[in-house]
């Protein structure tokens, strides 16, 4: 029992995984008891137990195993976690469960399967239950079907896929095993209840005997739709509703869902595809051509033997079906014939869509062949067509079918007619419509006329199958003409007729009365915009893929195309609809008199021919009367026009009369039911009368008044044939005139426009201008409805003419055509009319195109010609195209067969050459133009390939593309493109451009859909890859087309289908979808289906807004960042994945993802060290080459084995390089969460990126290269310094890279080599840099000399190695190399260094030919001559780089654009090289020639420019600033004052107002100043200025500046003026710096200059003259404390320790300068015990080691002043005091630390600092006692005091052991030393002795020094007023005490001439520090101030005397250096100082 109790104290976790079987029981218990309390699914509990579950289901004991399977079944129920551990639980289940004797578990294993099903894991649950189909043991396979058959059972096979399971079937049906066979058997039976006979052909090969019991099975299925038990989580509120809605068939969604159901799975999906071409005969075309009919025989039978495959592959079968359509159409072997069509058939049926390229060419030929009598080949031919037909759409194959209809032999007639019969079978109203309808219908109205009786009844036919498709009121219209017996037998055919689609079609024509008015919201708009453009675009949205719908498809299909079908029913028809005198006979005269007399009084009759005019007069005003008071139904219109026409009728003289009598005929066409039999009889006479100045008006208003009742067409028609037919040229042009009203009021509805041309023309050719005039007005008209097509048609005018037809067309462009306000009959059925106007628009398209007279164009394309197009030789190919270009151009409008053209077209598009290619493609731009809508049936095969093209990397050819496919969609729409999966197949191509250019593609054309075929969703799963394409443009597009994708699918669809994604990419994009679910657009109204352009046209506009967001999402995450490549490391954009991945089926999947889950770099322990070190002992390949060897590549493979994933490795390593792109995708994924590995392998990485720079293709650089930018911003993130290993064997590879030709690589490597200064120095880039100057790629060099002219002007010299002379030698060789850019850039550099170092440059390069110098110095002089210019040029070429790492460092080398207003710029640039060439030097600035300086007025007062340059800055956190800042709308020159009226983006009036500071005009800069000023000091506003520090720092000291070299210089000025301005600026700043957030802004190259600025101003002479002189410095005094305290600490410590080396440099800089540059810094010593934990020392001591590498101290020793090296020993030691020896591991910045001057002197500081603190700590501990700790022992003691005297005899440290032995005497008093003398010479001990004595007088001396320290009067003044006392702040500036240690250092001199000392004193530790206190107090005395500065300068080796010593400590300074004889000096020493002793006491 002992056992159990140990485990019975573990927690629950614990026991699950115990080894006792009895603790796991226990725990499962517990755990299921746990599971079953928990109630919230995502409850952090589930989490713990989410490794165990694999363990509960594995378990070995049976019993145990069995608890386990409850308690795991209870998890997956309820944890929200439970779908991540799908594939290990289900793998457990199938392995260990399955196999159990008990069924219990087996039961529980299949619950646990179901369970995770219902949790959306169905695919993983699939995947492994098929995996364990293939197990040995029968008893898995047997439980994994019935798994299978259980979940399909419950679920349905929406859930459960039924293609991979029916895969494997017939293989489970030959186990030997009888359980497997039973149990397949019953899953058969199951999936056949789904999905019924689909499932037959994949089983038509099992065993018979089972296939018959199956049968028998299969018959004993209910018959109903299976509907599934169980639903998924997500789907379980459907559930109730599904019980309530049972009857009804669903909702919404879930009757739609059920529609789908059975359609879903069709046997040919099932079926595997067949590859058929490569097994065709080899000799096959040989023997199709053969003369022997029995070899073609052979040929054709060996292809149906291949076709009979029920599904084949796709492929190019072009050959194929031109060697078979050659049989069928030529061949006289009528038994061959029939065979060609079954193999036809055999291909349509197995290729299906796919093969709807081809029937184009082939239906043609078979309908011709009808002529055959014999019923086998009839047969044949039917088969085949029927099968073709089933391949494409009725509207692709109409042209032909209608082409053949006028054949003159009966039995074509006939066959055409039955296939057309056939055809509308297969169709819904939807695929049906009107424009589809109308030509059939002419066609076969004139066949049921037909002599032949077999004609007649195959019209009829086909017209009842079209009545049932479309109902009555769609057809009818057409069949007015129709007598009643025809009509009769019409409709009997229609009752006899079987739909396809059962009476589903019939009942959605039946609807369409529901919904009149839904369709037709835009009756007037709709007319309107009609352009060729939509002509289709109606289209797509009836012509639904029909096949597909059964079920429940129709009806919801079949109600928005209602409208589509019904409102369709034409325009001319309209009256046939309501009133049926449409063929009113005509009346004889008798007649008509009887039935006037019946409504006109008598007199009225009587007086018609009166000769009296008045009576005639009279007469007509009685008609009009009559006629006005009639009723319709009873108005005689022919009869009363006759009376009208009677004698003198159109003859009358009359004006009055015959303006009334135009007046009531137009009253009679208004009022009456007017007939065209009726309109004849006047319009003649209104024609003749329309030119008349009286009657005219009255003519055209009887005109309209026809057109309104007999249909503006027909009127038209007659009008224009009327005018034309007579000679008055009045009555011609007012005819004209007439039609261009007309038609803008009717709509262009139905107009012929072939009969308008041709009179046009005629009137064209008129004589009369008036007549031409009213022509082109005319052609105006049209051309807004007609569109461009229309000037097709005059191109062979005379060129004056046609000049002005264009002026009319151009007049019209752009404008829309107007709503037409008449045509609309006002006696209509309202319902009607709203139908029929919503429709007028597409119908008008549709006839303006049918109506273009096409020619036959394919006898042209010749088979000689096609032959040419394929030519080896470019010139014949060339030849070719121009000749077809030529054929359409000459054709204009061409019927759609095009013969052997598409395939000819098709083999240029791939051209090699691209000229070629751009002629291609704008051939079938023409093509597209010429062919019109009917181009569609060359979408496949000629449209597709256009896309293809899209991925061409040239931008022309790419834009001649996507003209070419808009072209073609214009006249197609989209359906035809988004059908089938062409379209996704092009996407699924990783070509960047292609991808971009289809998505953007895309994104405009689909807003403008209203549906679109449901293939669409193909395309899905690849723009799920371009959303993390490596490519950023094809990332962006992607999201781009996203919420427009999602429009159309659903956001549910677009959900589902990331399930197949990764689960790090899944997450991302459903993240995007979220955000494009929000800014989804609407669809285009589907319930307009009738009209389309009101939609079309508002479209674009309306998803602009929508579309931006997703825009914006991405732009502000670029925008933050300063370097837009950098922003892809950022946001959603960044993870740039394969997209391989994602295409593996699911077999393999999953084990890859297993496989792929762990991290992708192990973690090595010191693996990198060890490398190393092998590299260094030369044990492997050191990595250098000029091409990588295969050694080199193995070596790397090795070293990689232990420390990169196998699989990620073969990627690495693969020959493909593809696979290295899907590497480096996964490398970018991994490398935030590996951070690590990364670092770990980094030097593999890098050297295996070098390999990648040796290959040759471009998307693999460009993604290495995207890698490199991410992996160096994450190394400085992550504060990481690169070996000189990785450097060295990674930095020469990528310097190649910058040579390269493609500027995208070459500006990726230059960001790159930027970034790598933050991890290592930039001098030892330098050397690199310089070896890549000397290759032989003049690219490579030029660039490599940019970068170092970057490197010296960021870095400055001290970059240059090995020395600045060796290295601008080598620069300046490069000024006569004979590449123009080399030249510049070494030019450039060099004039870099020059602004940087002045004229020492010119010492530097050494000797240069004479050409090369001039150069140089004319470059120089440009340089600093045109400011203005050349600095902004620099810019451009390379802008300036800071060293800091840190965020404010806005300057890493951003476009010019991006850094700060350009103006600001610009001067920037020029203050800083006048800067540089005068620091702090007023004299020089006053010298300044006038043109010489930089006329700052002018810049600013360039008014033309400011307004459009407003500052763009880079880095505006524009999140923070919220909008109640107030700024003005500023302007030139009276800048309000106030905030108030706000600017609409405060970020660019702040940038503005900043950049007027710099202003050259005084009042400017001071209103600028007040606005910030005002800003400042309301702490709510202040934060706007937040991003804009720095820029107002420049703005500021270069407004200082100004005032320094010009206003003050400037007599003319008020020196007031200058004074309001100065206390302006430092007001201000005095505000900015008391905001610590904003100061700590401020970067250090800004504050570097700040300072400068204002200690120039401190120490400006002219400043103190003036009256308020004074008051400026002093307020100066303040500003620098404030800038000192609130600054960034590690900025302004940087910034001055810059500018002290500066000032140190600058000959022409004054020692005061320096000396109050080293006062501040003293300041920031004093603050440093506050402030060094917010400091970044690596920084720090980077630059104090940059300033000793600068002034070493041989060169320091040179200084006038000892203060330099006093101020940097003091800041060191202040360090070291702080930090301890921590110090010294803060100097990763530096290189070589070893050589490093800085780390020798911390060292040596640090050893004393640590023996004097240990000292101190002993004394405290035992309180002064003074005796060895007991616990040293004795050989303790006497180590360290041979240690000691070591020392002392050593030559180097003797001083440093004699202070050591000192302090240990002091502090073991009773030790004994005499032991360690005894042995030594006299000379030794001697020396010993006087060392120590020398040592205690002078620390005791120390002790004693007065507590006063002197302090010069002068520096009061310019030094900061500190708020303490004087004393404490200035006294250790320069007073100097002259103590012991004064004289000390001369000894020291002394004895170093004397040969007693050594020489390398600077190693030695000075004496006195040992004493020195551990902690000054912050305001300490001046004399222990004075004593811890001493202890520092003790190793001055400086020989001068102090010169500015106090005045009562100078009578002891002048001596010492003269004495020469070393003893008496010591005693003279000695004596001197017991005297300073005594007089101070």
Known sequence: MGDDSEWMKLPVDQKCEHKLWKARLSGYEEALKIFQKIKDEKSPEWSKFLGLIKKFVT??????????????????????????????????????????????????????????????????????????????????????????????SEFGSKIILLKPIIKVLPKLFESREKAVRDEAKLIAVEIYRWIRDALRPPLQNINSVQLKELEEEWVKLPTGTPKPSRFLRSQQELEAKLEQQQSAGGDAEGGGDDGDEVPQIDAYELLEAVEI???????????????????????????????????????????????????????????????????????????????????????PTILEKFKEKKPQVVQALQEAIDAIFLTTTLQNISEDVLAVMDNKNPTIKQQTSLFIARSFRHCTASTLPKSLLKPFCAALL???????????????????????????????????????????????????????????????????????????????????????????????????????????????????????????????????????????????????????????????????????????????????????????TEMPCQALVRMLAKKPGWKETNFQVMQMKLHIVALIAQKGNFSKTSAQIVLDGLVDKIGDVKCGNNAKEAMTAIAEACMLPWTAEQVMSMAFSQKNPKNQSE????????????????????????????????????????????LGVMYLYVGPSLRMFFEDEKPALLSQIDAEFEKMQGQSPPAPTRGISKHSISGTDEGEDGDEPDEVGTDVVDLLPRTEISDKITSELVSK???????????????????????????????????????????????????????????????????????????????????????????????????????????????????????????????????????????????????LILCVPHLYSCLEDRNGDVRKKAQDALPFFMMHLGYEKMAKATGKLKPTSKDQVLAMLEKAKANMPAKPAASAKGTSKPMGGSAPAKFQPASAPVEDSVSSTVETKPDPKKAKALGVSSKTKSAQGKKVPSKTSLKEDEDKSGPIFIVVPNGKEQRMKDEKGLKVLKWNFTTPRDEYIEQLKTQMSSCVAKWLQDEMFHSDFQHHNKALAVMVDHLESEKEGVIGCLDLILKWLTLRFFDTNTSVLMKALEYLKLLFTLLSEEEYHLTENEASSFIPYLILKVGEPKDVIRKDVRAI??????????SKMFPFIMEGTKSKNSKQRAECLEELGCLVESYGMNVCQPTPGKALKEIAIHIGDRDNAVRNAALNT?????????????????????????????????????????????????????????????????????????????MYRTYRIQARSMSGHPEAAQMVRREFQLDLDEIENDNGTVRCEMPELVQHKLDDIFEPVLIPEPKIRAVSPHFDDMHSNTASTINFIISQVASGDINTSIQALTQIDEVLRQEDKAEAMSGHIDQFLIATFMQLRLIYNTHMADEKLEKDEIIKLYSCIIGNMISLFQIESLAREASTGVLKDLMHGLITLMLDSRIEDLEEGQQVIRSVNLLVVKVLEKSDQTNILSALLVLLQDSLLATASSPKFSELVMKCLWRMVRLLPDTIN???????????????KVFPKEKLKQCKSEFPIRTLKTLLHTLCKLKGPKILDHLTMIDNKNESELEAHLCRMMKHSMDQTGSKSEKETEKGASRIDEKSSKAKVNDFLAEIFKKIGSKENTKEGLAELYEYKKKYSDADIEPFLKNSSQFFQSYVERGLRVIEMEREGKGRLPASAGISPQTEVTCMPAPTSTVSSIGNTNGEEVGPSVYLERLKILRQRCGLDNTKQDERPPLTSLLSKPAVPPVASSTDMLHSKLSQLRESREQHQHSDLDSNQTHSSGTMTTSSSSTANIDDLKKRLERIKSSRK
């Open 735 to 778: 005819t004209l005139n007439w039609l261009s009203n007309a038609i803008k009021e009717f709509g262009f509805s139905g107009l012929n426009v072939k009969a308008f041309i041709s009179n046009v023309k005629t009137a064209l050719a008129a004589t009369n201008p008036a007549v031409r005039t009213s022509a082109i007005t005319l």
């Open 1734 to 1748: 917010s400091i970044n020392l690596d920084r720090i001591l980077l630059d104090i080691h940059i300033f000793m």
């Open 59 to 152: 378990d070995s004991n049976a019993v145990v195993q069995l608890k386990g399977l409850e308690a795991a079944l209870v998890y997956v129920e309820n944890a929200h976690v439970a779908g991540k551990t799908t594939g290990e639980v289900v793998s457990g289940v199938v392995s260990k469960v399955f196999n159990q004797p008990k069924a219990k578990a087996k039961e529980l294993g299949i619950e646990i399967c179901l369970m995770y099903i219902e949790i959306e894991k169905a695919e993983a649950v699939q995947e492994e239950l098929l995996k364990g189909l293939d197990n040995k043991n029968p008893k898995i396979v047997v439980a994994c079907i019935e798994t299978l058959r259980k979940a399909l």
């Open 869 to 1015: 197009i394929g030519d080896k030789n470019w010139k014949i190919r060339k030849e070719g195209l121009d000749e077809v270009a030529a054929i359409i151009n000459e054709a204009k409008f061409i019927q759609p067969n095009i013969g052997e053209l598409p395939t000819a077209l098709k083999g240029r598009l791939n051209d090699s050459n691209k000229i070629l290619v751009q002629q291609t493609l704008n051939i079938l731009q023409q093509l597209a133009v010429a062919m019109g809508p009917n181009i569609k049936q060359h979408v496949k095969n000629l449209g597709i390939p256009i896309i293809t093209v899209l991925g061409d990397s040239k931008n022309n050819v790419r834009a001649a593309a996507l003209a070419t496919v808009n072209a073609w969609a214009e006249q197609t729409g989209m359906k035809e493109w988004l059908e089938g999966e062409d379209l996704s197949e092009e996407l699924k191509k990783e070509n960047p451009f292609l991808r971009q250019e289809l998505l953007g593609w895309l994104a405009e054309k689909l807003p403008t859909l209203r549906s679109t075929p449901t293939d």
């Open 1313 to 1322: 080599l930027n970034r790598m200064c933050l991890v290592y120095p930039a």
């Open 446 to 632: 004139k066949h049921i006329n037909d002599s032949a009786p077999e004609v007649r009844d195959a019209a009829f036919e086909a017209l009842g199958t079209a009545l049932k498709v479309v109902g009555e009121k769609a057809v009818n219209p057409f069949l007015a003409d129709v007598d009643k017996l025809k009509l009769d037998k019409i409709k009997e055919c229609s009752e006899k007729v079987e739909l396809v689609h059962g009476k589903k079609a019939g009942l959605a024509a039946d609807k369409k009365d529901f919904k009149p008015a839904a369709g037709r919201t835009a009756t007037s708009g709709a007319a309107g915009d009609k352009d060729t453009k939509d002509i289709s675009a109606p289209k797509p949205g009836p012509l639904k893929k029909a096949p597909a719908t059964k079920a429940g498809g129709p009806p919801k299909k079949g109600k928005p195309a209602a409208p589509g079908g019904a409102g369709s029913t034409g325009t001319k028809n309209k009256k046939g609809l309501e009133t049926k005198e449409i063929v009113e006979p005509e009346l004889s005269v008798e007649v008509c008199e009887e039935k006037a007399s019946a409504v006109l009084p008598a007199t009225c009759i009587q007086l018609l021919d009166s000769s009296n005019w008045k009576e005639r007069l009279a007469c007509m005003e009685e008609f009009q009367k009559a006629v006005e008071l009639m009723d319709r």
């Open 1390 to 1466: 060099i004039v870099t260094v020059y602004n940087v170092h002045g004229d020492q440059v010119f010492k530097l390069i050494g000797t240069l030919s004479e050409k090369d110098m001039s150069m140089l110095e004319e470059r120089i002089k440009r340089s600093a001559k045109r400011p203005s210019a050349a600095p902004v040029k620099q810019m451009e070429e390379k802008p300036p780089r800071t060293q800091s790492v840190n965020s404010n460092a806005n300057m890493l080398r951003k476009g010019p654009a991006e850094d700060m207003s350009s103006k600001l710029k610009i």
């Open 277 to 363: 071409l490569s097994k065709l005969p080899k000799d096959f075309y040989d023997k199709i051509e053969a003369k022997k009919w029995q070899e073609r025989k052979e040929a054709l039978e060996a292809v149906e033997v291949l076709v009979k495959n029920p599904k084949l592959e796709a492929g190019d079968y072009a050959d194929l079906v031109k060697a078979l359509k050659k049989v069928v159409g030529k061949d006289t072997n009528v038994m061959l014939v029939a065979l060609a069509a079954k193999c036809l058939t055999g291909l349509a049926v197995g290729l299906r869509k796919k093969f709807g390229q081809y029937a184009g060419h082939v239906v």
